[in-house]
């Protein structure tokens, strides 16, 4: 359901903002003098994404990204001036220190899981899987400003499973058995799937198939 919503919200984001570009190059609306203004918001949402995508690890950095986007927000209305850098560097301190301290760092940690289905998510921060199901079907993984890895070389697929990745300006890697033959129908934009699996063209065995869309990140598959 986090997966379903975030998606959504960041295909409707980035649909808006190439409208209105277009609607600014036809000269019909000034986008850019308008975006000039309320760009922050941006750097809200993506600090909501933050906590929504996971609260408990990344609370932290996730509010910290909206407090800076809530001051960079005032400052382009004019209500506050300040040095940008200046406030940013003390509030980036502050976070790190309490991730430290609180032991909530973004480093990955491994997730061991037999269920058939993956719904993996990672916006901002990083994550490390390893599914075992002797029944595997796919599942989806979403990574924004993150990178995600996904172990599956002790799983078994009976004979098909569809994977959807969603990923922009993140990195997905899949680690499959060497039996496996994976089959990419990602669409790439400014971005690339790379296949290493092992599977021929002959393959008679089981099939990972690979769906969504890949935005200015990279896909990594093998064995």
């Given amino acids: ?45 993506a600090g909501l994404f933050v906590l929504i995508g996971d609260f408990r690890r990344n609370y932290i950095w996730g ?29 980036v301190l502050i976070a790190a220190g309490l991730s430290v301290l609180l032991h909530v760092t973004n480093r990955p940690t491994i997730k061991a899981a037999s269920t058939d289905v993956d719904d993996i998510s990672v916006i901002f921060s990083g994550s490390e899987s390893k599914n075992k199901s002797q029944n595997y079907q796919g ?6 400003f993150g990178g995600a890895v996904l172990d599956l070389r002790d799983a078994k ?26 089959i990419s129908k990602a669409a790439p934009i400014a971005g690339g799937v790379e296949n290493k699996s092992e599977g021929s063209d002959d393959h008679k065995g089981p099939i990972l198939v690979l769906t969504g869309t890949v935005a200015l990140g990279g896909v990594e598959i093998k064995t």
């Fill in 1 to 45: 359901m986090k997966q379903t919503a975030t998606r959504i919200i960041t295909g409707i984001i980035i649909l808006a903002i190439g409208v209105g570009a277009l609607l600014g190059a036809l000269n019909i609306f000034p986008f850019w003098d308008w975006f000039s203004s309320w760009w922050p918001l941006l750097v809200i949402i």
């Fill in 63 to 91: 509010t910290a990204l909206i407090l800076i986007g809530s001051l960079l927000q005032l400052k382009a209305a004019g209500v506050v001036d300040f040095n940008f850098f200046s406030l940013l560097v003390p509030i």
């Fill in 139 to 144: 599942g989806r993984i979403t990574a924004i």
């Fill in 157 to 182: 697929i009976q004979k098909e499973a569809t994977l959807d990745i969603f990923t922009i300006c993140g990195g997905v890697e899949i680690k499959v058995p060497r039996d496996w033959k994976v």
